[in-house]
């Protein structure tokens, strides 16, 4: 079996050594980049397992290395790195699809759990991708999820979500009325065992009841917060 192959970015060698030395350590295959055009380039010309990114790069930064991924229907797994640790910077990472965010100084041992734990989660659910015998359409009010196509429609208007996205909404919609801890969310969507900051739950939720409520406010409302524990799906009457 191959090792899983990481993109490293950063424009910081320094960072880039670290990173490459503690991956290695875990049986990583690691390769380099150093700005963001760079990354780009190699991200499309190489099948990489994931992707830890700098946000700050000279030229084209993270953000855009990110979009020009997505845009390009790339969904290898991406960690990105930033010394910013606030909400709107978090935020803005998410909706470009993100899969998570490690805000500098960071532990190296930290991140490679979060690269392990990415990386089975993505296993996982390439698993459950394939053929069923059960319907794979979940059809509620104003909602659907195809999740052959993994489409999502409000009211018969697609609604684009990210990777991440699109996985917590499926997991909470398999479980109506189920109520999930942030911790729970963390451990099964994540697939973070020890790790996570329970604000990368937070941010989701609400990227994504903004996306789905541009399309249905009653779609948006289906995703409820409950106060102290975490979240659920409530399909109601």
Not at 24 to 36: S, T
Request: charged share 30%; hydrophobic share 40%; proline share 3%.
């Amino acid at each position: 079996m191959k090792n899983p192959k990481i993109l490293v970015v950063d424009d910081e060698e320094r960072i880039r050594r670290l990173v490459r030395m503690y991956l290695e350590r875990n049986a990583f295959d690691v390769e380099e980049a150093e700005d963001g055009q760079e990354a780009l380039d190699k991200a499309l010309e190489n099948q990489y397992d994931l992707i830890v990114l700098d946000l700050m790069l000279p030229g084209m930064d993270g953000r855009d290395v990110c979009a020009a991924l997505r845009q390009q229907n790339n969904e290898v797994p991406i960690i990105m790195l930033t010394a910013a640790g606030d909400e709107m910077s978090r935020i803005h990472g998410f909706e470009l699809g993100a899969d998570d965010y490690v805000v500098k100084p960071f532990s190296p041992r930290e991140l490679v759990m979060r690269v392990k734990a990415l990386l089975k989660r993505a296993i996982q659910t390439t698993d459950k991708e394939a053929p069923a015998s059960v319907s794979s359409v979940l059809t509620f009010q104003t909602l659907t999820i195809n999740m052959d196509s993994r489409r999502v429609l409000c009211d018969g208007e697609e609604v684009s979500l990210t990777p991440k996205e699109y996985e917590l909404l499926c997991y909470l919609a398999q479980r109506p009325e189920k109520v999930f801890s942030r911790e729970e969310l963390l451990r099964d969507v994540w697939n973070y065992q020890f790790y996570g900051d329970q604000r990368t739950v937070d941010t989701h939720i609400k990227r994504l009841r903004e996306k789905l409520g541009k399309a249905s406010e009653q779609a948006a409302t289906m995703i409820v917060t409950v106060w102290g524990v975490g979240y659920k799906f409530e399909v109601g009457e």
